[in-house]
């Protein structure tokens, strides 16, 4: 039996936004044939989102858990860049470290 979780209105929100969010990217073919530009903004956002959630109360939340989603979301991006043959992998590669590191400074979470 899987974990019972607690969802306030505003989790909800953000969690239907990010979902329409990533079927609109995934959908445009305009923007898989990119330089992985918009890859790059999409995980500056899935970051921003997750910190922004962590902030607001961060006694709240498991860090663990949040670094675990963060990497799961990230990763899924950086697997899309790598199926894209993204022109600028390494700036893709890179963005995805720097996030996570950032994550790992600001929370004082030990990976």
Do not use: W
Not at 46 to 66: C, L, N, Q, T, W
């Amino acid at each position: 039996m899987g974990k019972i979780i607690r969802l306030t209105e505003s989790d909800l929100v953000r969690l239907v936004k990010r979902i329409i969010k990533e079927n609109e990217f995934e959908n445009d073919e305009s923007n898989m044939n990119s330089d992985c530009d918009e890859i790059i903004d999409n995980m500056r956002y899935v970051y921003r989102d997750i910190m922004r959630h962590y902030k607001s109360k961060p006694e709240k939340f498991d860090a663990e858990e949040m670094y675990n989603d963060l990497e799961s979301e990230l990763g899924g991006l950086l697997d899309m860049a790598y199926d894209n043959d993204c022109e600028n992998i390494q700036e893709v590669e890179l963005m995805y470290d720097d996030l996570l590191k950032m994550f790992l400074m600001k929370t004082g979470f030990e990976d």
